[in-house]
């Protein structure tokens, strides 16, 4: 492949990336990620163009202006990735493009040689490269997912080019761009940033659709005021641990819980109270319980605790700390708030979901009729 025809495939390639990054902001024009990667994929391809254009015409204003613009687009790259991790932007991007501007102006009023702007244009996108990199890979959790391994990849396949252009042009085999290219000078400079640019532009919107599927998944099974599984969820949840209990012959037990007179906050002090007082006590149930417990809201003031392995005398430990903890939490840090808690425990006599979480809400029963605030096994 010769110069001419893998430089206008680069113009093509980064001209289809911008018409999909603004077709995915489009998609979603409220996230201020896609806003800048649609700007950095129309400054980038902007660029690429009148880079290449600048090389086959002498003109130093375009080399000069497509050079600047392809910075441009790169730090807004960057930002674009620091607003999807939800972190606050940064100025750095902007001072580079500053300080690149005017060293390459300089080179080109001092009409340095052709290699040492090559230089200073692959060492600043490393630089910019570099930062992408981190804040991807300081934003991602463990473990990682195929896209979240994808990004980061053609992020390293596109410092790879520059890295080896920087090579070439520190070894001095060619000018920025001789007559006749090698096939070396080519892969650089075309080829491995047509893969690179292809897959990063595939994997920021599949990023960002992947975060997209996790959070509708989770509002799925979780309930949004008090952050906890959901009922279809919890009992989901409980069915799958009381299947393994039962196979395995290991203990289980369940706890029903009920916020007592919670129909008093409503009253007394309106609905938004009632909802601080639910999501409040969700918290204070959700530290109370082990780590391997399974907190769900049933509905309204109701609550289900899955208690996996816990035999009857742990379930009644559990009950009294869940008990004893609300009861010394105050709403308004001045009225009290108390639960009630019925306690259910895997025997014999209990052979499926329903019928252990109909013991666990006659117990929770027997609390309320013994005076409420207390639990009941």
């Excluded at 040492?116 to 997912?145: C, D, K, N, V």
């Excluded at 090579?167 to 085999?173: D, K």
């Excluded at 049933?298 to 009950?319: H, K, M, R, S």
Aim: glycine share 6%.
């Amino acid at each position: 492949m010769d110069s001419l025809t893998a430089g206008t495939a680069l113009i093509l390639v980064q001209c289809c990336v911008a018409l999909v990054m603004i077709g995915f902001h489009f998609a979603a024009p409220d996230e201020k990620c896609t806003r800048d990667w649609a700007l950095s994929a129309s400054c980038i391809a902007l660029g690429v163009f009148a880079a290449i254009v600048s090389h086959r015409t002498s003109h130093p204003f375009l080399l000069l202006a497509g050079g600047c613009v392809i910075m441009v687009g790169m730090a807004y790259q960057w930002q674009g990735i620091l607003a999807f991790y939800g972190r606050p932007p940064r100025q750095a991007g902007w001072i580079i493009c500053l300080l690149f501007t005017a060293l390459l102006a300089a080179m080109l009023l001092l009409e340095l040689p052709a290699r040492q702007r090559t230089l200073l244009f692959s060492g600043t996108l490393i630089l910019l490269l570099a930062l992408s990199l981190q804040a991807i890979w300081q934003g991602q959790g463990m473990p990682r997912t195929f896209v979240q391994v994808l990004v980061p990849a053609a992020i390293v396949l596109l410092l790879s080019s520059h890295l080896l252009k920087l090579a070439i042009a520190i070894m001095q085999f060619h000018d920025a761009v001789p007559a006749q290219r090698t096939p070396l000078d080519i892969t650089a400079a075309y080829l491995m940033p047509i893969v690179g640019t292809v897959l990063f532009s595939i994997g920021l919107p599949l990023l960002y659709f992947e975060r997209l599927v996790e959070t509708n998944r989770h509002l799925a099974t979780h309930d949004e005021l008090s952050k906890l599984l959901n009922r279809r969820a919890i009992c989901a949840a409980g069915e799958r641990e009381l299947e393994l209990a039962q196979r395995l012959h290991r203990p289980l037990s369940i706890a029903f819980i009920d916020i007592d007179l919670f129909k008093h906050f409503n009253d007394e002090f309106g609905h938004a109270a009632g909802d601080a007082v639910i999501a409040e006590v969700s918290a204070i149930l959700q530290r109370t319980c082990r780590t391997i417990d399974l907190v769900g809201r049933y509905g309204g003031e109701e609550f289900l605790i899955v208690l996996p392995g816990a035999d009857a005398g742990d379930a009644i430990d559990i009950g009294r700390r869940l008990v004893e903890t609300v009861r010394d939490y105050r709403y308004r840090g001045r009225h009290p708030v108390t639960i009630s808690t019925g306690l259910a425990t895997l025997a014999a006599d209990i052979s499926s979901w329903p019928q252990l979480l109909a013991r666990a809400d006659a117990m929770l029963y027997e609390a309320k009729r013994q005076g409420r605030n207390r639990y009941c096994a």
